[in-house]
């Protein structure tokens, strides 16, 4: 059974950093595309970031870029978000989600979810 | 503002169809055929319910359909159940710079 965990999520002040990571099992992790997408509370869904199994190929939210750092250890079957600078804006639900395909978007696991909160 | 544009809300009566639109551009779901579609309950994580335009993951009722024409996708959920009541997202890839875009979101609400 396809399982993703994540965690590391909780409040943090403006301008703070956060690391959150996802425990992957059930599939074989290495052969997979993995994605973030976040929820802000109420609202829809914003893709985050991907990365290839390889981590050859990293792509990024054009307004994240420079901020959020996303990684893998396919030794470990764990994906991470590494996010620094955070703002109330990055308040949200982040679901660790497997793709389907290389590159596409067909995303048919995903997380329970971790909620980040940016507040003073 | 979403990138893919979807109405705010559908409703049908138990039994009847639905069918939720979901509006992009020559550059994302007129292009490529990576559309995909997600039920999301409150609470809960999303669920892929068509990928690739028109298919449907093992496990998904074939009451869900999903078409494309020109730069729309639609979703389409025939024979209407109350579990069928939840959030409705597209998504589509859009290339190597935006990656992937989502819509808006549609409740669809079994009468």
């Known amino acids: 059974e396809v399982q993703l965990v994540e965690s590391g999520g909780g409040l943090v002040k403006p301008g703070g950093s956060l690391r959150l990571s996802c425990a992957a099992s059930g599939f074989s992790f290495s052969r997979y595309s993995m994605n973030w997408v976040r929820q802000a509370p109420g609202k829809g869904l914003e893709w985050v970031s991907s990365i290839s199994g390889g981590s050859g190929n990293i792509y990024y939210k054009d307004s994240l870029k420079g901020r959020f750092t996303i990684s893998r250890d396919n030794a470990r079957n764990s994906l991470n978000l590494q996010m620094n600078s955070l703002t109330a804006e990055d308040t949200a639900v982040y679901y660790c989600?497997?793709?389907?395909?290389?590159?596409?978007?067909?995303?048919?696991?995903w997380g329970q979810g971790t909620l980040v909160t940016v507040s003073s | 503002q979403s990138a893919l544009t979807q109405p705010p809300s559908a409703s049908g009566s138990p039994g009847q169809s639905v069918t939720i639109s979901c509006t992009g551009t020559?550059?994302?779901?007129?292009?490529?055929?990576?559309v995909s579609w997600y039920q999301q309950h409150p609470g809960k994580a999303p669920k892929l319910m068509i990928f690739?335009?028109?298919h449907r993951p093992s496990g998904v009722p074939d009451r869900f359909s999903g078409s494309r024409s020109g730069n729309t996708a639609s979703l389409t959920v025939s024979g209407l159940q109350a579990e069928d009541e939840a959030n409705y997202y597209c998504s589509s890839y859009a290339g190597s710079n935006n990656f992937v875009v989502f819509g808006g979101g549609t409740k669809v609400t079994v009468l």
């Open positions: 989600v497997r793709d389907l395909s290389e590159v596409g978007g067909n995303f048919d696991y």
């Open positions: 690739e335009v028109s």
């Open positions: 020559s550059s994302d779901v007129g292009l490529y055929n990576y």
